[in-house]
């Protein structure tokens, strides 16, 4: 348990984005939850949810390839890893890490990312926030 | 807000086929393997694709090549008050060996703009896409079609087989002058077909060497152009750099500002400062507009060319991949180049007509018939 909860009340939002049979395994979608856009994506089966406004200049990340990516490697060797992990912005291709959200090129500039499971068929998106006592 | 680079296009060369010559007519459809095809990037590939991962249309077909999906990605939802197209694919004519093919090509695609894009929206303008191969032909091209309302300019691409000053071109900015047009030299060709490597150490082997070193040509000519005294020669001539952004350009006019003054002598017909020449000559589009840390590092940058301005027009380059946001680059820059930058400049350079004055923005100052 880290110091900074301690005295602080934790809440969680919930947001029923959408039928887990209209996601497919391989398609996204952008739903309205929390009172802003989220793109939300089936990979293989895993359900992934992040903003959908890449943080660099806003880009649909709904409409981002989810792919592996090249690993950081000795020159002129290519070694391909991650794979399904790597959101691809669709506008100027900055890649981010489709599970915490943070960017490939530094790992401070992130997207927002949110938990994502199904529960009866819909795919319910949960927020939490660390609220301090009033 | 005025874009000044807007990438409209055909989807395949086939659909240029009603305005071709009828003498290109069979070469265009059974030349190669089974069709001709214009050089293009397959040298350099954009490892994620070289257009937005949003803008294929719904219907299918390349991005570009649909109206609607430009007018409800662009037009509509960025306000644009004029859309400068520029083509895509196109400007590889000139990359061609064969002169008489490129003229033709560049013919069809002038016609298929003026026919089928311009007269679809108002705030569409076009350019004008002559092959350099044989630029007597492509003055002639200009004087046919130059005078057309919705034409604004004539486009040349980056890539040449010398710099732009050279003699061989004149005959083009003799005719863009008496049409009363500006030249634009947009990135294309570069180390394709007949052009020589793109960089000045010859071939790069990654896209990203390539991209960034996109910039060299158009230095190459801002310098040529200066040296050849091409502005001393048609004074009334603009030339306008679409798609290399802006930041090489202060240091390259320091080192020329230098060199001239002691090497005037070799180049005597260029009177002027080289730096001051360029300023009441040529314009800049912002895209890709440099992304330094700090907005304050990029308006130093921008501070460094007096007057400039009054040199750079605002460009979203849609719908390629580096595409730049209108709200954000017009906050990047200093609030006094604002509406200079965004609209004024490229509504002086175009003779586009005046905004009308709404209600709402009496206020503004805005100059009106």
Known sequence: MSARNVGAEATTERAVALSLSDLPPGASAVVEAFGTMVAVFNVEGRIFAVGNNCPHHGGPLCRGRVSGTHLPSRPHEYRYGREGRVLVCPWHGREFDIESGQALFDPSVRVKVYEARVEDGQIVLTRRRNRSPS | ?369
Not at chain 2, 25 to 47: C, I, K, Q, S
Not at chain 2, 63 to 76: A, C, I, K, V
Request: with cysteine.
């Open chain 2, 1 to 369: 807000m005025i874009d000044c680079d807007v990438h409209q296009t055909f989807n395949r060369l086939s659909d240029l086929l009603p305005w071709i010559d009828p003498a290109y007519r069979d070469y265009v459809l059974h030349a190669g393997f089974g069709g001709f095809e214009l050089p293009n990037y397959l040298t350099w590939m954009h490892p994620n694709g070289t257009t937005r991962g949003d803008a294929v249309p719904p219907e299918g077909g390349v991005p570009g090549s649909d109206y609607e999906t430009m007018r409800e990605q662009l037009l509509d939802p960025l306000d644009v008050e004029y859309a400068i197209l520029t083509g895509e694919d196109i400007l590889s004519v000139s990359s061609l060996p064969n002169p008489q093919v490129a003229a033709a090509v560049a013919a069809a695609y002038n016609r298929q703009l003026i026919d089928e894009w311009l007269p679809r929206d108002s705030r569409l303008k076009g350019s004008l896409v002559v092959a350099t191969q044989d630029a007597v032909r492509a003055a002639k091209e200009i004087r046919t079609l130059g005078g057309h309302t919705d034409i604004v300019q004539v486009l040349l691409p980056g890539a040449a087989t010398s710099g732009y000053g050279h003699l061989q071109y004149h005959p083009i900015y003799e005719a863009a002058v008496e049409t009363g047009l500006p030249v634009a030299m947009h990135v294309g060709g570069e180390g394709l077909g007949i052009n020589p490597p793109p960089t000045a150490t010859g071939y790069p082997i990654y896209y990203i060497e390539w991209h960034v070193l996109l910039i060299q040509c158009a230095m190459s000519h801002v310098v040529s152009l200066v040296c050849h005294g091409v502005f001393e020669k048609y004074p009334e001539l603009r030339v306008v750099m679409i798609e290399t952004g802006v930041a090489w350009l202060p240091t390259l006019l320091w080192r020329l500002d230098t060199d001239w003054k002691a090497l005037r002598s070799e180049v005597p017909w260029a009177k002027r400062l080289p730096s001051e020449t360029v300023r009441e000559h040529m314009r800049l589009t912002t895209q890709p507009l440099d992304e330094p840390d700090s907005r304050q590092e990029l308006k130093q940058a921008l501070g460094l060319v007096d007057g400039l301005e009054n040199m750079l027009m605002f460009a979203t380059d849609y719908p390629h991949w580096d595409f730049d946001r209108p709200d954000l680059v017009s906050r990047r820059l200093p609030t006094s180049w604002r509406e200079k930058v965004m609209s004024e400049n490229a509504r002086a350079l175009y003779g586009l007509p005046a905004k009308p004055i709404r209600a709402a923005a009496a206020g503004e100052g805005l100059a009106t018939s």
